[in-house]
């Protein structure tokens, strides 16, 4: 077992940055690709980058290209979502979460583990 804590979340202007950090402990960090996802009130959680186990082959949802990059340490047994250019429309409660696959994979499903989630909040 896995337990995920995310932090970094917080307010700020349309056109800003956040650094969104997720501390893992228990199982071998590197066993896993890690995932964020995104939940904003009223939707679905849905998928917004995710990252192989050694930290290659990242994968980003359309609408965050270009201004979100995700990466991980796995001497620090850490993943992290660095958010530029940030939107209102950005604004959600932030998920990290751990799936055993050796390669990110995109869907709420199929990942294992998920921490508590941290709120971005993006003023117009």
């Known amino acids: 077992q896995v337990q995920l804590v995310e932090s970094g979340g917080g307010l700020v202007q349309a056109g800003g940055s956040l650094r969104l950090s997720c501390a893992a402990s228990?199982?071998?960090?590197?066993?896993?690709?890690m995932g964020w996802f995104r939940q904003a009130p009223g939707k679905e959680r849905e998928f917004v980058a995710a990252i192989n186990r050694s930290g290659g082959s990242p994968s980003y949802t359309d609408s965050v290209k270009g201004r979100f990059t995700i990466s991980r340490d796995n001497a620090k047994n850490t993943v992290y979502l660095q958010m530029n250019s940030l939107k209102p429309e950005d604004t959600a409660v932030y998920y990290c979460?751990?799936?055993?696959?050796?390669?990110?994979?995109?869907?709420?499903?199929?990942?294992?583990?998920w921490g508590q989630g941290t709120q971005v909040t993006v003023s117009s």
């Open positions: 979460a751990a799936d055993l696959a050796l390669w990110p994979r995109l869907r709420v499903e199929e990942y294992d583990y």
């Open positions: 228990g199982r071998t960090f590197s066993l896993y690709s």
